[in-house]
């Protein structure tokens, strides 16, 4: 197993760890809904899907909740 030759100093060390901050998520308001949403993001309100501020889909039903809702049926 590989060993160190010689100890890191912690100014070292911590250098190279400078750049592993987490950053937060880019959040914005929608100037249309004036709701929060992700940046360069879809986002559902009141059952219709935006994007970009404008309705991409009118009546958006996720496909993740409609097979959940058929499953269901089927029982």
């Known amino acids: ?6 100890r ?8 190279r760890r400078a ?4 950053t937060p998520k880019a959040v914005s308001i929608c100037t249309t809904t004036g709701e929060l949403h992700l940046r360069h993001k879809a986002y559902v309100v009141d059952g219709d ?7 991409a889909i009118k009546d ?5 909740a409609a097979a959940a809702a058929s ?5």
């Open 71 to 75: 499953d269901n049926d089927e029982e």
């Open 8 to 15: 890191t100093s912690s100014a070292k060390r911590n250098k």
């Open 49 to 55: 899907l935006y994007l970009h501020g404008k309705v």
């Open 19 to 22: 750049h592993d901050k987490l």
């Open 1 to 6: 197993m590989a060993h160190p030759k010689r």
């Open 60 to 64: 958006y039903a996720p496909v993740a």
